[in-house]
């Protein structure tokens, strides 16, 4: 999969293009979280959704949601419009357990954000360790970043998080293009496993 995601009309401007990836941010700063997982020339043309589509969708997301665990590799670029940086992702989910590492090669910096229903921990901050009940509030207090967490285990594999969505496919009838809680993931790109 690869995507780009930005709020409603608004494209980051400011993102780098070296490599393809899955761009998010949100609308009261850009935060921009980029994993390319894929190499891809060009964007699926988009269709329309209709009932075969949005059934075939829901029984995509229904078999998702039956495997409880999965492994993301793949780039990361995070940006708040002036600064940034790039790096490595590995996120590994197994139930409401996850890990996800990321990594800078530049600057040889390293942060772990793991977690559980008992809560979260963020490792590789200066002075140690932090830990929180909310894994979302703990990067936005720790980090500044505003991530919709429970929402990006759903767009990293192509499904819609909970509550209404507006979805859009390509013209094999995997989503192009999903519009939810303000924010907007394009997938530019499918192979393997879709």
Request: aromatic residues 8%; neutral net charge.
């Amino acid at each position: 999969i690869l995507a780009q995601a930005f709020p409603p009309g608004r494209e980051p401007r400011h993102f780098p293009r070296p490599w393809p990836g899955f761009a998010v941010a949100d609308a009261r700063r850009w935060t921009v979280l980029g994993l390319a997982l894929l190499v891809a020339c060009a964007a699926p043309t988009r269709r329309s959704p209709d009932a075969v589509a949005l059934d075939a969708q829901a029984r995509r997301e229904a078999a998702l949601a039956d495997q409880s665990e999965w492994r993301l590799s793949g780039r990361i670029a995070v940006s708040d419009g002036k600064d940034g940086g790039s790096g490595r992702i590995e996120w590994r989910q197994r139930g409401e357990d996850f890990v996800i590492d990321l990594r800078a090669p530049v600057s040889r910096q390293a942060w772990r954000l793991s977690g559980s229903a008992a809560g979260a921990r963020l490792d590789g901050l200066e002075g140690g360790p932090r830990e929180d009940a909310d894994a979302q509030a703990l990067l936005q207090r720790e980090v500044g970043w505003s991530l919709p967490l429970h929402d990006l285990v759903a767009w990293a594999r192509g499904a819609r998080g909970k509550g209404a969505a507006q979805v859009e496919f390509d013209p094999e009838g995997r989503p192009a293009r999903i519009e939810q809680h303000g924010w907007v993931v394009e997938y530019r790109a499918w192979g393997g496993g879709d």
